[in-house]
């Protein structure tokens, strides 16, 4: 079992910045990638990042320049370094674990972030 807790959400205005932080704990080497997605009222969960043990990050066009993924090993811990927010990134963002080999992914319980002025 690996358990997700996620911190840092809030409400900011748009132009600002935060940072969400994602502490894993349990079987954490079984995961090979740590990431972000998304959900917005009335939409499908989306990518926003994802981070591979072997250094590869993925993100989705529309935080491209904007958000920033990064891991510190040490610590178990991903971060998401969100800036120039803009009210569309409002939604509630899950921090995600995927398991080698399985398939299997674990979800944080969510943190809220609002964009709005």
């Known amino acids: 079992q690996v358990q997700l807790v996620e911190s840092g959400g809030g409400l900011v205005q748009p132009g600002g910045s935060l940072r969400l932080s994602c502490a894993a704990s349990?079987?954490?080497?079984?995961?090979?990638?740590m990431g972000w997605y998304r959900q917005a009222p009335g939409k499908q969960r989306e990518l926003v990042a994802t981070?591979?043990?072997?250094?590869?990050?993925n993100y989705a066009d529309s935080v491209k320049g904007r958000f920033t993924i990064s891991r510190d090993n040490a610590k178990n811990t991903v971060y998401l370094q969100m800036n120039s927010l803009k009210p569309e990134d409002t939604a509630v963002y899950y921090c995600?674990?995927?398991?080698?080999?399985?398939?299997?992914?674990?979800w944080g319980q969510g943190t809220q972030v609002t964009v709005s002025s």
């Open positions: 995600s674990g995927s398991v080698y080999g399985t398939g299997y992914v674990y």
């Open positions: 349990g079987k954490v080497p079984s995961l090979y990638a």
């Open positions: 981070s591979t043990n072997g250094g590869s990050r």
